[in-house]
């Protein structure tokens, strides 16, 4: 019976990046990523590192505040004379 060898030296030898492992789709969760360890009989990272490569693959969009527009003006309307013509 073989016994299942580390992440660290799988990822190496494979040269398999988590942070690119995630980019790829390929494992989209944590228990994906357990499944095909498994299947390849690796231990897998911890939890903790997937979380950190996950936010450095997927980093969430930074909020943004809405600035509120600036007051308007009041808009003072120009009046035309008519022009009387001389006849």
Do not use: H
């Amino acid at each position: 019976m073989s016994e299942k060898i580390e992440w660290a030296y799988f990822s190496k030898r494979r040269n398999i990046n988590l942070i690119e492992l995630i980019k790829s789709g390929k494992c989209q969760s944590y228990e994906d990523l357990c499944k095909t360890c498994d299947v390849y009989k690796v231990i897998p990272p911890t939890k903790s590192e997937w979380q950190v490569a996950e936010a450095q693959a997927l980093p969430k969009p930074a909020t943004v505040e809405k600035k509120k527009p600036a007051a308007k003006k009041p808009t003072t309307k120009k009046t035309t004379r008519s022009r009387k013509t001389k006849s």
